[in-house]
């Protein structure tokens, strides 16, 4: 269960963050998502719904059999246009496997992958969390986070990213509403784009890029814009997005797409943040690159930056005075 502080169910339905999405090629039509799922999952309501799936709070009869008090779990399936094609339990199959590698505390939890015999709906069973997405706190601070807060949402962010990269996954499509601060810590969810680095897992299903394609357009890096392949690299364009925001308020390059602003040349005017720090600007100005051959910084590149001390009052007179 996913469920924000403010608006239970708009974490993935914001008008702004929705993906571009291209599909074809439909298979058989399925049955409508049944209120009751493997005989042991009870739908109770519909929390939000996204460019491909929508996410439901449910309650597990077998845990509340048991006497379980919290019984209740999150369910997300593929909405009804999406799992009408060949692709679409591999889709979220490929979501549970690349989630469930990922050990990590700021990582969203997921407990298992399913299908429901009479529907054939494909479902994943989740941690439930409640609290605000990224996007609803920036709606609260019109000019960035001060330094204090903005750290503490970075740093945990980021170690999330360097734990999935290091374990060999790409997160997709990170953006605001794609994090979410549950009151037990900062979670990072919906690795339904992601993939495997190449190389790594290669037993999972491989989905047909041609006929699934989907990214939000103001994160999605240069590279994934003109057709190329997800990349570390790419990961890191969106995460360098976000954390502009939260420094500043403002998208870095006006909320237009990395295409639109290179053609603009909005990277030559692009100004550091007045809440960030200056130690962290050459690391995040990097992770902003339109090139992805210029971006270079990693997950954990970027995590040293905000992680590192704030320089003394002498260290910052010692380097004007020497630059």
Request: charged residues 20%; contains cysteine.
């Amino acid at each position: 269960m996913i469920e924000t502080a403010q608006q239970p169910s708009s974490a993935l339905t914001r008008l702004a963050d929705s993906p571009h999405v291209a599909v074809s090629g439909r298979s058989q039509r399925v049955c409508e998502l049944p209120e009751l799922l493997c005989k042991r999952y009870k739908i109770e309501r519909l929390l939000g719904v996204g460019g491909m799936g929508a996410v439901y709070r449910a309650r597990d009869l077998l845990r509340e059999q048991y006497g379980d008090p919290e019984p209740y779990v999150a369910i997300k399936t593929l909405n009804e246009e999406f799992a009408e094609y060949p692709d679409a339990n591999a889709l979220l199959y490929t979501e549970f496997a690349l989630t469930s590698r990922l050990r990590h505390g700021n990582v969203i939890r997921l407990f298992a992958f399913d299908i429901d015999p009479g529907s054939q709906r494909a479902f994943i069973t989740m941690e439930p969390l409640k609290g605000p997405t990224l996007d609803q706190l920036l709606e609260q601070y019109p000019e960035g986070l001060p330094w204090p807060e903005l750290r503490s949402i970075a740093l945990p962010l980021l170690q999330a990213l360097t734990c999935a990269h290091e374990a060999g996954v790409l997160h997709g499509d990170l953006k605001p509403s794609n994090v979410i601060l549950a009151s037990d810590g900062l979670r990072l969810f919906d690795f339904g784009l992601g993939q495997p680095l190449k190389g790594l897992l290669n037993s999972l299903p491989r989905l047909s890029r041609k006929r699934i394609a989907a990214w939000t357009p103001r994160y999605a890096a240069l590279e994934l814009l003109n057709g190329e392949a997800l990349s570390s690299a790419s990961d890191i364009y969106a995460m360098g997005c976000i954390l502009y925001e939260l420094s500043s308020g403002l998208h870095p390059y006006s909320r237009l797409t990395a295409k639109q602003a290179k053609v603009m040349e909005q990277d030559r005017t692009l100004q550091k943040p007045a809440r960030l720090p200056t130690h962290c600007w050459p690391a995040l100005r990097t992770a902003l690159a339109f090139d992805k051959e210029q971006r270079q910084i990693d997950a954990q590149g970027l995590l040293d930056a905000f992680a590192a001390p704030r320089p003394g009052l002498w260290q910052r007179c010692w380097t004007r005075v020497t630059a």
